[in-house]
């Protein structure tokens, strides 16, 4: 059975409730592939805030918070941008592949997924980066959960530093790298920790990793989630790679 005590995220369920004037719903769901989603698309005819959480995760309270925060946000911004790859992200991901030697048909799988997991992971952690701070500062409640959460995540943001060279094009993986390695510097500087970061200091992502965090801790408090994002494609090179198409 899932544990469902989450009591420690109640004050942050009681401010998005009241951002949103919607209720906040917990499912359970094993089958995910990360550790929670907030099902935004699903507000407007079920007139509440679900929140899908893996029933085995030892971080629950801290990914139940996240998820709120990223809905109060949500509401408090009323953005309606989506981060797309252009065509020729796809066509020099492609090519890259093929220059690696992989066959026609397994390039553009691979650089589907890989665009594809950029783009979510850009539009996701960089605003998640502002709220971990955020959250630290404004939820003392949570910190237990939270470095839980920093220790079970670890193990990936390592794995990426793990990764074969020779199998993905080298801006790709860069990107990945730096990415998992900003997390884990605000993993380092929230907790006065060194152990997270060092694997990829050692790896010379250290200026990257900075520069990224830098974005996040410097922003204005009026600084919207697309702006944010966009500053990280422009310190990571990819301007020419992603753009924001807005939604209605």
Request: glycine share 4%.
């Amino acid at each position: 059975m899932p544990d469902t005590t989450y009591k420690k995220a109640e004050r942050l369920i009681s401010a998005v409730e009241k951002v949103s004037g919607l209720p906040v719903r917990v499912s359970w769901d094993d089958q995910l592939d990360v550790g929670a989603v907030l099902h935004l698309s699903e507000v407007n005819f079920s007139k509440q805030l679900r929140i899908s959480v893996k029933p085995n995760r030892p971080d629950i309270p801290y990914l139940i918070g996240l998820q709120c925060t990223l809905a109060k946000r949500f509401y408090q911004q009323g953005e309606t941008k989506h981060l797309s790859s252009s065509v020729d992200c796809i066509d020099k991901a492609i090519n890259d592949f093929l220059s690696l030697g992989y066959d026609e048909s397994t390039a553009k799988k691979c650089a589907d997924t890989c665009i594809k997991g950029l783009g979510q992971q850009l539009r996701s952690i960089a605003p998640q980066v502002l709220f971990t701070t955020q959250m630290y500062r404004d939820y003392p409640e949570l910190r237990d959960s939270q470095l839980t959460h920093f220790l079970y995540e670890k193990e990936d943001w390592i794995r990426s530093l793990e990764l074969d060279k020779t199998q993905f094009p080298e801006w790709i993986l860069h990107t990945h790298q730096a990415i998992n390695g900003t997390t884990a510097l605000a993993a380092d500087y929230l907790f006065e920790r060194t152990d997270f970061f060092e694997p990829f200091k050692e790896q010379g992502l250290e200026a990257i990793c900075v520069g990224l965090f830098g974005d996040i801790t410097n922003s204005k408090p009026n600084t919207t989630d697309t702006q944010l994002v966009t500053a990280w494609l422009n310190r990571l090179n990819l301007t020419d790679c992603f753009k924001w198409i807005t939604t209605k």
